[in-house]
């Protein structure tokens, strides 16, 4: 099994910073790439910021300069360092990782964690 756990989320008033983590574990491997995306109420979920395992990232537009994505490929870990919050920075924040797992075949899969609560609010 494959397991996508992100943890790091909570309350911060505007202007302020949070860091979330991401670790990918079980039977995944040589992973390509791993991503933040994140939901707002009555939205659809949106792409945030992702990194490739050679350290290429890209970033949405709403987030570009306030955000940045880093990655330990030996732990399969990601992080999402938020600085600047905004109001409208709250949402679930989704991580996934896109790799291959033993427990299936054919190509590489995107696997999703279940997500953690950002909240910006005064």
């Known amino acids: 099994q494959v397991h996508v756990v992100e943890s790091g989320g909570g309350l911060v008033q505007p202007g302020g910073s949070l860091r979330l983590s991401c670790a990918a574990s079980?039977?995944?491997?040589?992973?390509?790439?791993m991503g933040w995306y994140r939901q707002a109420p009555g939205k659809q979920r949106e792409f945030v910021a992702v990194i490739t395992s050679g350290g290429y990232t890209e970033y949405s537009d709403s987030v570009k300069g306030r955000f940045a994505v880093s990655r330990d490929n030996a732990k399969n870990t990601v992080y999402l360092q938020m600085n600047s919050l905004k109001p409208e920075d709250t949402a679930v924040y989704y991580c996934?990782?896109?790799?291959?797992?033993?427990?299936?075949?054919?190509?590489?899969?995107?696997?999703w964690g279940q997500g953690t609560q950002v909240t910006v609010s005064s």
């Open positions: 079980g039977s995944i491997f040589s992973i390509a790439s």
């Open positions: 996934n990782a896109d790799g291959f797992s033993t427990d299936s075949s054919g190509g590489s899969r995107v696997y």
